[in-house]
């Protein structure tokens, strides 16, 4: 059974920085890609960032330079960091990978 555990969450202000995390069971993270997803509050769900080992690290063009996703293999981890947060970065993070979900963790910025 596969599952995706986010964690790193939480409030912060803008212009601060906080890292995100996904591990996974059930599923080897150096197979698949790895997607995280953002869902800003009464908007659709966006994918912000994708990491692969057959590709570089991909990015949406809203946070191009401030989001940066790893991954650990040792520890079936894939992380984002995300610094210089601004406001627009508030919405739950959610992990995605092999077409399942985490259940996500709540980012919010604050001015």
């Known amino acids: 059974q596969v599952r995706l555990v986010e964690s790193g969450g939480g409030e912060v202000q803008a212009g601060g920085a906080l890292t995100l995390s996904c591990v996974a069971s059930g599923l080897n993270f150096n197979i698949f890609s790895v997607e995280w997803h953002r869902q800003a509050p009464g908007k659709q769900r966006e994918l912000v960032a994708e990491s692969s080992t057959i590709f570089e690290p991909k990015y949406a063009d809203a946070v191009k330079g401030r989001f940066t996703i790893s991954s650990d293999s040792a520890q079936n981890k894939v992380t984002l960091e995300i610094h210089s947060v601004i406001p627009d970065d508030t919405g739950v993070y959610y992990c995605?990978?092999?077409?399942?979900w985490g259940q996500g963790t709540q980012v919010t910025v604050s001015s």
């Open positions: 995605r990978c092999s077409l399942s």
